[in-house]
């Protein structure tokens, strides 16, 4: 495991550039006076000035670990460079310190929250990435790449730019295809008062349309009464989130909230995605004024829990390999569901091994937060500031890696690849749909 | 010089008192109104039990994982937390002109150990101080004021050690002594010392996301 962190190249971002073009002195301060004024509260006061500069934190990040603990990297220190300027000078910075604001904001750090694990007055870090973030989206210097999904998101209400017709073609699509195993097998596309409503993110149907296939036969298979909405709304990724631009965030979780309220269904069960989980669990729902979600939101890792402990999927015949679980944050950190992980994959699989640490405390893929979605042009340093992933993955000495996110899988595959690890990556219900019965759940049966 | 010590050893004791309660007090008011005015989704998501749940984790020693990882700061950091309450609290002369003041008293420390804990107090700031230099990413995070913190607190230890040996200028150090630990109780409501207020209510915002939205652990 070879690279310096200094190897890396940095790359211009031409959105960065051209937005930090435009700036004047004038604007910069009045937004980040802005922001940091009538967009925060007490709760960013007490971070700010509970601090003891103790550095406990340092230990949390994967990409101070990554980087042979280079300061620059730890967790508060990000503070220091950005926030902490930022207040001291009430908002007066260079655009250069921009760049670099943008760059720490978005590229070096996950928002995974493992930080307010490990100061001892849980002083969240991620939301003060979050709110420099806010600032670049309200400066117009967000990386370009992320910043298209946005667009995207904002034109279309889903991430990818897939135009509505595309969408049903291609679910209708997978579902000729599942009619090899299941002759009446159906997509049901808005059927309303349907108990389930699936949801997936773009990627998926842009990607990777055989997951639509695979859960379309897992419903199928066990009998559940459920739809898909054929209408935007259907994408529950949000990368608004993650670009600070609240607004459309927002938007999305609210269009997504409504079309569940259209179909009338009683609950959303949502594929194998973080990022998307936190976005409708944690972050969207609270924009749009809802404490908790206003529907029940089920992710997959818990949904395949309850057809295998209730008897409605069953596995024909173990998986055999060596397999590995990576605990995605948004899911077990966010939501507490590595347990549950942990007994479907023993229900699955033969051959289980830890990889450590575990649960709340795993590293994070490198590529969450928005990360990834900042484009190649960031892939290698990407690769760099997960070294530490890339050592516990390659200490478990699995064959199979079981990364049940969408992000996770995408970061953790390159991963694999930079580092030479010799393992597969799967999503967990790619092992539930290779070892599963075929056959449809009779009650009682 | 009588009347000035007179007047550092009453009125101004209760000045300090005044303006160490009285500035936590005001600040915790300020902290929930501002709450409610501006963020009033926090009292949606706080909970009791969880916030006690993840406090009571992080004050037992060695229980969250990042005490764990280190055990020396950590070590040494809960007995210094526990030191500056309990020395100053039960030493015996304190208890005296306590007692003098007000006809209350409770059992003293015996003034040897007393005094081998103030060293102690005093050891484990040298600790800081040090290690602020040290460890790069400490050394990075530190600023001026956080050697001028150290400095504050030591000044009534190192002096109260100092007059307790009586080996120079007894009159001045106790005078430097009640001067200094005055100051300490004064500024803690303005300097990053209040985190003996905010710390428990970061920790209880925190603990409450993850137990209660999150149901995860947060130590
Ligand atoms: S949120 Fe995660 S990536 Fe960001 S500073 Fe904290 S530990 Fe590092
Ligand atoms: S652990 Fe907490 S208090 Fe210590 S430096 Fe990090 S954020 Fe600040
Ligand atoms: S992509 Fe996966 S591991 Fe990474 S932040 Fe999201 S959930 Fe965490």
């Known amino acids: ?445 | 010089m009588n009347s000035f010590i007179a007047f550092i050893m009453g009125p101004m004791v209760w000045i300090s008192f005044i303006i160490f309660l009285g500035g936590l007090t005001i600040k915790l008011v300020g902290i929930l109104k501002a709450v409610r005015q501006k963020e009033p989704y926090i009292y949606s998501y706080v909970t009791l039990k969880h916030s006690l749940r993840s406090i009571g984790a992080w004050m037992i020693p060695f229980f969250p994982r990042s005490a764990r990882m280190s055990p020396v700061y950590y070590g040494i950091s809960y007995l210094f937390h526990v030191l500056l309450f309990l020395v100053p609290l039960f030493l015996a002369s304190h208890i005296v002109l306590i007692n003098e003041a007000f006809q209350i008293s409770w059992p003293a420390l015996n003034d040897q150990v007393a005094d081998w804990l103030t060293l102690g107090v005093i050891a484990a700031l040298i600790f800081f101080a040090v290690r602020r230099v040290m460890v790069p990413e400490v050394k990075f995070l530190t600023g001026a004021m956080d050697y001028v913190l150290i400095l504050l607190v030591m000044l009534p230890f190192l002096t109260g050690f100092l007059a307790y040996h009586q080996w120079i200028a007894y009159r001045w150090i106790t005078v430097i002594h009640i001067l200094s630990g005055e100051l300490v109780l004064i500024i803690i409501p303005f300097s990053r010392f209040s985190h003996m207020l905010t710390a428990p209510l970061t920790r209880a915002y925190m603990g409450s996301e993850f137990g209660h939205v999150r149901q995860a652990k947060d130590w």
């Open chain 1, 1 to 445: 495991m070879t690279d310096a962190p200094s190897s890396v190249e940095k790359p211009t971002d031409p959105a960065i550039e051209s937005g930090l073009d435009r700036l004047t002195p004038d604007r910069i301060r009045q937004v980040i006076q802005q922001v940091l004024k009538n967009e925060t509260g007490p709760r960013f006061k007490a971070y700010v000035e509970t601090c003891m500069r103790c550095g406990l934190c340092a230990e949390a990040c994967s990409y101070f670990l990554s980087n042979d603990r280079d300061p620059q990297f730890m967790p508060a220190a990000k503070v220091k460079n950005t926030i902490w300027e930022m207040l001291k000078k009430d908002g007066d910075v260079s655009k250069d310190f921009l760049r670099r604001a943008v760059r720490i904001a978005h590229l070096e750090c996950n928002a995974c929250k493992r930080c307010a694990m490990y100061c001892p007055f849980g002083i969240d870090i991620a939301y003060l990435m979050l709110l420099v973030r806010r600032i670049c989206h309200k400066l117009e210097i967000t990386p370009q790449y992320i910043q298209d999904t946005v667009n995207s998101h904002s034109v279309t209400l889903n991430q990818m730019w897939v135009k509505d017709d595309e969408w049903i073609d291609t679910l209708q699509w997978q579902e000729e295809d599942a009619r090899d195993e299941f002759e009446d097998l159906q997509i049901p596309l808005d059927k309303v008062g349907a108990d389930i409503m699936y949801s997936v993110i773009a990627p998926e149907p842009k990607f990777q349309a055989g997951l639509l296939y695979q859960a379309a036969t897992l419903m199928h298979a066990a009998g559940m009464n459920w739809t898909m909405p054929s209408t935007p709304g259907w994408d529950n990724s949000n990368m608004a989130m993650y670009t600070g631009d609240n607004e459309i965030s927002g938007r999305i979780a609210r269009a997504f909230f409504e079309t569940a309220a259209r179909l009338r269904v009683k609950r959303i069960v949502m594929g194998e995605c973080g990022h998307a989980f936190r976005s409708v669990y944690d972050m969207g729902n609270r924009w749009n004024s809802w404490v908790m979600p206003p529907f029940e939101v089920v992710h997959a890792l818990a949904f395949y829990h309850e057809l295998l402990t209730q008897g409605r999927i069953s596995i024909k015949e173990k998986y055999k390999k060596k397999v590995t679980l990576h605990d995605p944050c948004n899911v077990s950190r966010g939501r507490g569901l590595h347990d549950k992980a942990r007994e479907v994959v023993n229900m699955v699989c033969e051959d289980f091994v830890e990889m450590t640490p575990n649960r709340e405390h795993n590293y994070c893929c490198g590529a969450g937060g928005g990360v990834i979605n900042c484009g190649p042009p960031y892939k290698a340093e990407r690769m760099v500031n997960n070294r530490v992933k890339a050592e516990q993955l390659a200490a478990t000495g699995a064959d199979v890696l079981i990364a049940p996110c969408h992000n996770c899988h995408s970061g953790l595959e390159d991963v694999i690849q930079h580092y030479d690890l010799k393992m597969e990556i799967k999503f967990l219900g790619d092992l539930i749909y290779d070892t599963m019965e075929k056959k449809i759940y009779e009650p009682g049966a």
